[in-house]
């Protein structure tokens, strides 16, 4: 008879405890290139990935709940039992689901990288993303629509911040990412290969249909794209309002430049 | 010399706190007719609207903020100046604006003044949309959109529930409004007059421009359409998946399947 999972988890150290809490910071999870995934569909998502995974943390009170999911697991990865105590210093959430992993950062690509994979789909160029929740939700759109990979601009938001990484639902794990870049050095290049196509609040054509070498460059909710990166686009897309408003919110503007960019691409995925 | 308004405003009674202070419950909304309104964008949206304002109230340690804008009011508005410790009373804000209006809910609108309406644009009908995030951000995309008037069936969030009005910043003033529908009732009778629309995960058609006398039905975000209701429809849309995940974010499909909607219409608000 197999003995569960959840009898063998260990107890964590003083240490481990105090490295995992400070891993909210942008700074600790660069220094040590980890970071934490939170709740069952993010962390289903990132051990579904090519990521790789320290260590598997259950609050000891929902054991029960997550045994037969531990079972699934290899033996290889180490799980931890915390205490309620212990959980709180890892986690805002106040109903938490009481699992979460230690992932560890990939490498960073290189933009060479990243553009070959452009061959499989768009691409997604963002500049100055700081809000968590949309920085989330359109990586989340992003994957739904088959973009091949992200640029994220420097000044943006950490894509391993919790907060982006629940509102991403695991989407951050499965779409390659670029950070930190800065647009101005990295549009010349992605011209060389991609249509770009940047999004104006002000003026511009109609979003259309178009091919596969597409690149998208979006700004944030409350700036926009400042005019030196617009200038280096080849085309400038804009939504016309038809009503009244001031404006449409970042992740639905996105999610209707997104859609028409892959418009005319075939499926790549199964229908139900 | 004009007296600032700020120096003239009253001190509320006991009970006037008590009725504001439940107006967070929808049954208090109901038996009284009024709402609250809170932060600058929504009060300002409310008072431009046809809808009635009973009174202002005001945060009095911020009352200098708002002296020049409360100089511009009505005279006879009344306008109430409140402590920190009554404020906290009416609102979860945790760092408030200062600024809040009692509503005053105008008489319930019957369908066919909607459909009069429907003539200047699509309509929008939502089948229990319980996330209060999502009808304030579907209400803001109608507006925007032009779509003139929302049917929301019973068992939905109730419109004036505050974090609604927040989320749509203050739209839900400016789109007439029917609530509590029968959807099964009231979809025969669009279907006289609207083509009829419904967005499907499953199957459908790709989203198309058509004409103004569109009526677009919508599920929520966690059970989409029941049949009976997709039954009832001409035809339905479904956006369809280009690479992979669970799905797009009801704001995010409802900004596209709008966007479809009027994609044809010409403009009707002036363009900066």
Redesign the interface.
Known sequence: MAIPRHLTMQNPSKAQLRLWSRLDKVKTREETGLFLAEGFKVVQALLESRWDVQALLILEEKKDRWAAFCETLPVSLPLYGLTRKEWKGLTQDVSPEGILAVGITPPRLQLADLMAKGAR?PLLLLHEINNPGNLG?LV????????AGVVLSQGSVDPLNPKVIRAA?G?IF?VPFLFGADLSKVLPRVKENFHVVGSSV?TGTLPHACGEKTALLLGSESHGLPETLLKLTDEQWH???????????L??????LM?EC?RS?P???A??
């Open positions: 789909g939700t989340r759109t992003a994957l739904w629509f088959g973009f639902m989407s499965h002000r939504i016309p309002r038809r009503g009244v408003g001031e404006s449409l919110s992740p639905q503007a996105a999610a209707i859609y892959v691409a499926s790549r995925a229908r139900p």
